[in-house]
């Protein structure tokens, strides 16, 4: 029997014993799962704000997402911010009857529709950036300015190997173009 290498467990977790003889990293060790971690380590912060103002992350996202462009047709917005087409939609009838939104159908083609921030969004985004300002500011001084910048930098060098290379035979530009929630 191969023996499983155990990364060094944090403290109040016990490491267990494998229930098979399948060589695979430990959990908690998983390049996805310090990922998700260190994302949810952070927003935390950021939904605790978002909630004083009444709307959700995701929400928050399609809305900074608006702010860098005129209009965006739905499908390049669900792309923009890493949302399945269901989840977006259901995020945009509730940012329109918010008023929040705009959106339209393409005169050319009634299938695609285009959305932009309208002035309440803008509002709102004036309102809610103060307390996201102050907590990544709070973020930098508690993990170092230049520390976050090497880090955002690694981060995109990582994206834009992963997105370079196909590391897995038989992967689909599907598979490699899923968005998530």
Not at 1 to 8: C, G, Y
Not at 70 to 95: F, G, K, N, W
Not at 133 to 141: H, V
Not at 149 to 171: F, K, P, S, T, Y
Request: aromatic letters at 4%; hydrophobic letters at 40%; zero cysteines.
């Amino acid at each position: 029997m191969t023996q499983r290498t155990e990364a060094p467990s944090r403290p109040g977790v016990e490491p267990r014993a494998s229930r098979s003889n399948v060589q695979l990293r430990n959990f908690s060790s998983s390049l996805p799962m310090a990922l998700l971690r260190a994302r949810e380590a952070v927003m935390r912060h950021f939904r605790a704000s978002l909630r004083e103002y009444n709307i959700t992350e995701q929400q928050w996202r399609v809305l900074r997402a608006l702010t860098t462009v005129e209009q965006i047709e739905v499908t390049d917005l669900a792309r923009a911010t890493y949302l399945l087409s269901p989840s977006l939609s259901r995020i945009l009838r509730h940012l329109e009857q918010e008023q929040y939104i705009t959106r339209h159908t393409v005169a050319s083609d009634q299938r695609r529709s285009v959305v932009a921030i309208a002035p309440r969004g803008l509002d709102l985004i004036a309102v809610v950036s103060p307390d996201s300002e102050s907590i990544y500011g709070r973020i930098a001084d508690l993990y170092g300015a230049e520390k976050l910048g090497l880090l955002q930098d690694m981060l995109r060098e990582l994206e834009a190997v992963m997105n370079q290379h196909n590391i897995r035979a038989g992967l689909t530009e599907a598979d490699l173009s899923d968005a998530g929630d």
